[in-house]
């Protein structure tokens, strides 16, 4: 029991790290591969968000099936994100639900027709716990009936949890990264921009006023943007050619 515990203590450690060139599915995907090893009886589980009112999984991981029944897992996904069923419950009002029998279960009828279908006899749907507002399900199947009971249940709700996290965590890294793109982008302009009224202002005696308003001009001349008109002058005169450069924007300085 001991070990079992240690295992799974590092398991949920290893939910919510996040690996260089990660993104929001990636590290979900490694999220729900984990939750399929781990919980017992668990054949599959997935991650779905609400995405303009409607459910839409953005994380999935199963248990090969058996060919003859691979393709109606297949219809069960498309029918667990009908509007109307329990996932979009559980996306929407943040209310949990479990199957313990589809055979047995009266609630969503063609839900639980298509879970037999795929020989999935029990489902747990949970909501996400999320900190950015964003609504999102843990979803887990098993072809056992009653499965996710007890402690089983205990177990998935402490991954439910660190599913939140990661959810969180992989969001924040991706904005983050993103961010740091602009602003290195941002600075790189502003270098490029920089050079080419120097340029200008060297080659032609101009004020760096007047300088940057010629950028300007011939930016909105050509109908591109100024770091690709402060570029192409710049490589201009690296071969001699900047008047030519300024003709073709529609500039001519002496």
Known sequence: MTQDIMELSR?????????????VPATLDRFVQRVVRMVPACDEAAIAVLSEARPELISSHRIAADPLVEESRSELAKELLRHGGPLHDVLTYAEPHHLSDAAADPRWPSFSAAMV????????????????????AFALFSSEVGAFEDTTYDV????????????????????????????????????LIGQATGLLMHKYGLGPEVAFQVLKRG??????????????????????????ALSKYGLALH
Do not use: M, W
């Open 219 to 244: 930016s909105q001349n050509a109908n591109v943007k100024i770091r690709e008109v402060a570029a192409q002058f710049i490589a201009a005169q690296e071969r001699g050619g900047l008047p030519e």
């Open 156 to 191: 998935v709700l402490l991954f439910t949890l660190h599913a939140g996290v990661a959810f969180d965590n992989a969001q924040l890294f991706h904005h983050a990264k993103a961010l740091v793109g602009q602003l290195q982008t941002a600075l790189e302009t502003r270098e």
């Open 117 to 136: 279908k795929a020989g999935i006899c029990s489902c747990l749907l949970l909501p996400l716990p999320s900190s950015r507002g964003s609504a999102g």
């Open 11 to 23: 398991e949920l450690a290893e939910v919510t790290r996040l690996i260089d060139g990660d993104d």
